[in-house]
């Protein structure tokens, strides 16, 4: 079992800056792909990016490139989300999700454990 809890969230301006955290318990954090998605408001919930265990390699939708950067320290079980120059439309709940297998999925169906969400607001 895997628990995940999500900070970071909050109110900013257009073209400021948050850093969200998701601690994880469980032993075998290290071992899991994990990734950010987000829901705003009438929307389907979306993959905004993902980092795997085995190399690192990180993952982005096209929409935050060049703006949000993904991380984790394994030896805290935490992963981040830097997202700098943040738009209105990048408003919504966002969700860190854990997957046991190597790979980084956009699918929310290949994610076992979920958080329970943060929310970030832009305002124009």
């Known amino acids: 079992q895997v628990q995940l809890v999500e900070s970071g969230g909050g109110l900013v301006q257009a073209g400021g800056s948050l850093r969200l955290s998701c601690a994880a318990s469980g032993r075998t954090f290290s071992r899991y792909a994990m990734a950010w998605f987000r829901q705003a408001p009438g929307k389907d919930r979306e993959f905004v990016s993902g980092?795997?265990?085995?190399?690192?390699?990180?993952y982005y939708t096209d929409s935050v490139k060049g703006r949000f950067t993904i991380s984790r320290d394994n030896a805290k079980h935490t992963v981040y989300l830097q997202m700098n120059s943040l738009k209105p439309e990048d408003t919504a709940v966002y969700y860190c999700?854990?997957?046991?297998?190597?790979?980084?999925?956009?699918?929310?169906?290949?994610?076992?454990?979920w958080g329970q969400g943060t929310q970030v607001t832009v305002s124009s």
């Open positions: 999700a854990a997957d046991p297998s190597s790979g980084v999925s956009s699918w929310t169906y290949e994610y076992d454990y």
């Open positions: 980092i795997s265990w085995s190399d690192g390699r990180t």
